[in-house]
């Protein structure tokens, strides 16, 4: 048995100024690794890797030998060759993925074709398989927040047999005949005490209503018409410069997943850059990959060069950033664990140094925020 010891409490301790740095990851970085995936075989005999040509992003801060490039947040890049299919899987982690390069599809009990910019989601527990339908290499990121759940010894996964579409759900003893009846979240006791706070029966914590979670495709051509791609697309009112995938089993918590959303961004060319000297910060880590343009982030004072097919980790949690595209415009697709800390209640947000501190979520949000609906901010 381990031994414990004592130490200053949160609440007392001063807050330690040690985020993650931000990272950049360039393009021919990821080609050279997709490269080096295609001429080896794919990883067998691991209980979590059993079939994949897959390699995750590392910060350098992840020392604890779980691959992450945030706290939270684990980046694979994953290759199939055509014809190649990765065996059924599926774990309690939430992933949300996107096609780099060339096509496949995706089944979850159904099937659907992806192509290069979609994005879909697995949700957790959902029994998962890739296939390489198309003819040239297909190149897909993943994110997960198996991390997270590693980090707090919560992360459960397996591989399945060949050809299994679903894992049948068994019915436990006690929700069927008599007891089903007598014991459930229908008819558990709740008390409401005199102070307004309740009392609730164990059922309620065993019997959870569910709330239904399909897996979701955004396909890039459906987006596009949105997205201020091509000159002169800032006189168009149906484009924006920032578009949530929004999954309504996340509901309030405005997510692509339970744990992270991803928007779908950028500026058309000939747009003026951000024009301001300071940026924002927020607790969600954020992480882009970039598909057009170049351009350049200030995070934490430190200017990084940035151009299509990079993927940034561009925003440590509570660090201030600004983007600050090129004359060809940008598009990028962001991914944060907003969502995941607006179920914690952790979601601080400030828009403007100086502005007063937001817990987003907790209480009235920001309001006259223009940028996505102004040109050139």
């Known amino acids: 048995m381990p031994e414990f010891g004592f130490a200053t409490p949160s609440a007392a301790a001063a807050v330690a100024d040690l985020p993650w740095a931000p990272l950049l990851v360039p393009k021919e970085a990821i080609e050279r690794e997709v490269d080096r995936l295609l001429d080896e075989a794919p990883v067998t005999g691991l209980r979590d890797a059993t079939g994949l040509r897959a390699a995750s992003v590392v910060h350098p801060r992840a020392i604890d030998g779980i691959p992450s490039l945030t706290p939270v947040t684990e980046v694979t890049i994953h290759v199939l060759k055509p014809g190649e299919r990765t065996p059924p899987r599926r774990g309690n982690h939430a992933l949300l993925e996107t096609t780099v390069s060339g096509e496949g599809t995706v089944h979850m009990g159904t099937a659907f074709r992806v192509e290069r910019h979609d994005v879909w989601t697995v949700p957790p527990m959902q029994v998962y398989s890739h296939h390489n339908t198309g003819r040239t290499p297909w190149v897909w990121l993943c994110y997960s927040n198996a991390p997270l759940l590693r980090r707090s010894g919560g992360y459960w996964a397996e591989t ?136 350049h982030s200030i995070v934490g004072g430190e200017r990084i060069d940035w151009k299509a097919g990079d993927l940034l980790f561009s925003a ?62």
């Open 316 to 377: 440590p949690g509570w660090v201030e950033h600004a983007h600050y595209h090129g004359a060809e415009g940008w598009t990028v697709l962001t991914v944060q664990d907003h969502p995941l800390h607006i179920a914690m209640g952790s979601l601080l947000w400030q828009e403007n140094p100086g502005d007063p501190i937001l817990s987003l979520g907790n209480e009235d949000g920001q309001k006259g925020y223009v940028s996505p609906r102004q040109t050139g901010a």
């Open 160 to 295: 399945l047999p060949a050809g299994t579409l679903a894992v049948p759900r068994k019915p436990a003893v006690s929700v069927t005949g008599e007891l089903g009846a007598r014991y459930n979240r229908l008819n558990a006791p709740t008390h409401r005490l005199a102070t307004a706070a309740d009392l609730r029966g164990y059922e309620y914590l065993t019997d959870i209503e569910p709330v239904a979670n399909p897996p979701r495709h955004w396909a890039w051509k459906d987006m596009a018409p949105y997205l201020p791609i091509h000159a002169g697309c800032n006189n168009d009112p149906a484009k924006r410069n920032i578009w949530l995938l929004y999954n309504p089993a996340t509901e309030r918590r405005q997510g692509t997943t339970p744990v992270h959303f991803a928007t779908y961004g950028g500026a058309a060319p000939g747009t003026p850059p951000y024009a301001g000297a300071r940026g924002h910060v927020h607790i969600s880590a954020s992480i882009n990959y970039h598909i057009r343009g170049y351009g």
